[in-house]
Each structure stands twice: as structure tokens, then as C-alpha cells.
């Protein structure tokens, strides 16, 4: 059993840069970001394993980065340059090594982009 605790959504204007936190109960071999917009679904945004791989959705490349700190079991997520188009609720998750799929969700954090 893995508790992810999440925090830094909110709100901001397009352009500015948002930092979402994500605290795990313990260490955690894949940790990662998914987001879910109105009327979508669930995507990947970025993942980071605790080797330091790192996977990302095209549209945030060069915009996002995810990072880990595995000393306190946590990850981030830096967000500039942002767009209306990423407003969503943001979801933490975490996964052990032969995971086929990611068990461990935080409770989602809301991030809007709008002037």
C-alpha cells in the first residue's frame, strides 16, 4: 500500500509556470503525472522512474519537467509556458517494479490555465 499526497494546483494565466508536488508514503520504483480534462480522458503527462528515466506526453515536452527526489519519495512537476489546453485535474501515481499498471493514485489536484 502506497499514500500519495499531492499539492500545488491553482490557478494561472497563460504563459505563467505552476510547481505540483507529489509526497509518497514510501519509496516507489515509478512515480509519475496524469491529467484528466472535462469530456476527456485520462493521459499520461510525464513519468520518472527511480533510476532517473523519464517519459513524457509529446504536447509537454520542452515545457514540463518531472523530477524525484528519492532520499524523501517525492516527485515534481514543473510546468511553464502554460496553455489554456492544460487545464485538468492532475493525478499523481506510482507503481512498483513488474507493475503492468499503476495501482497508487493520489486524490487529483486541479490546475487551470486561463486569463
Known amino acids: 500500500q502506497v499514500q500519495l499526497v499531492e499539492s500545488g494546483g491553482g490557478l494561472v494565466q497563460p504563459g505563467g509556470s505552476l510547481r505540483l508536488s507529489c509526497a509518497a508514503s514510501r519509496s516507489i520504483y515509478a512515480m509519475g503525472w496524469y491529467r484528466q480534462a472535462p469530456e476527456k480522458e485520462r493521459e499520461l503527462v510525464a513519468t520518472i522512474t527511480s533510476g532517473g528515466s523519464t517519459n513524457y506526453k509529446d504536447s509537454v515536452k520542452g515545457r514540463f519537467t518531472i523530477s524525484r527526489d528519492n532520499a524523501k519519495n517525492t516527485v515534481a512537476l514543473q510546468m511553464n509556458s502554460l496553455k489554456p489546453e492544460d487545464t485538468a485535474v492532475y493525478f499523481c501515481?506510482?507503481?512498483?517494479?513488474?507493475?503492468?499498471?499503476?495501482?497508487?493514485w493520489g486524490q487529483g489536484t486541479q490546475v487551470t490555465v486561463s486569463s
Open positions: 501515481a506510482a507503481r512498483a517494479f513488474g507493475d503492468t499498471r499503476w495501482p497508487y
